[in-house]
Nanobody, 123 residues
């Protein structure tokens, strides 16, 4: 079983950038497709981006397309979310998640979740 720990969140002004990291332990990250999700106050958790086990395929939510980039370094057992041109609407707790498949799309497909990291974008 894999354990996931997110880091890199914080407070940033609109238009700024942050890079989130998700470090995996317990099992090698290359066994898992990985995703990022977020949950804003009073809203349901939503999909942000996903990446296949070897990184050859990525998908992004329309709301972040062209601004966020998901990537992974399996040698470092880490997945990243580079977030540029941040907007106040991006304010949320960001979660990384893993599933034992080459690629997962829906929230229900993911079996392993981190504890989340807070991202706050000020206007």
């Amino acid at each position: 079983q894999v354990q996931l720990v997110e880091s890199g969140g914080g407070l940033v002004q609109a238009g700024g950038s942050l890079r989130l990291s998700c470090a995996a332990s317990g099992r090698t990250l290359s066994s898992y497709a990985m995703g990022w999700f977020r949950q804003a106050p009073g809203k349901e958790r939503e999909f942000v981006a996903a990446i296949s086990r070897r990184g050859g395929t990525t998908i992004d939510a329309d709301s972040v397309k062209g601004r966020f980039t998901i990537s992974r370094d399996n040698l470092k057992n880490t997945v990243y979310l580079q977030m540029n041109s941040l907007k106040p609407d991006d304010t949320a707790v960001y979660y990384c998640a893993g599933c034992l498949a080459n690629m997962c799309y829906g929230e229900g497909d993911y079996d392993y979740w981190g504890q989340g990291t807070q991202v706050t974008v000020s206007s």
